[in-house]
């Protein structure tokens, strides 16, 4: 508790718009942060599909009952004429 002989510190007024301002920035920069993160995520997420992609159209599907090569189209072994 003070004593009334000690002065009391005035305390500068706070402007509500200087507060705003300043809370708006701050949370625009997280936000802008935080929307990086997300296209780097996505980024990364179309380029791996894109690259499984890839290997399934390039490479040959191996029938799992016989072992032949068949083509990635193919729905039955050309040898065996299971379904693949």
Do not use: Y
């Not at 701050?26 to 936000?31: A, Y």
């Not at 995520?41 to 499984?52: H, I, N, R």
């Amino acid at each position: 508790m003070l004593s009334e002989s000690e002065p009391k510190k005035k305390e500068k007024p706070v402007k509500l718009e200087d507060v705003a301002q300043e809370t708006g920035e701050f949370v625009g920069k997280g936000i802008k942060k935080t929307w990086n993160v997300v296209k780097s995520f996505g980024k990364g997420m179309a380029d791996t599909l894109e690259k499984e992609e890839q290997r399934t159209d390039t490479a040959d599907s191996a029938c799992p009952h016989c072992g032949t090569s068949n083509s990635p189209e193919s729905n039955f072994c050309s040898a065996c004429g299971k379904k693949l």
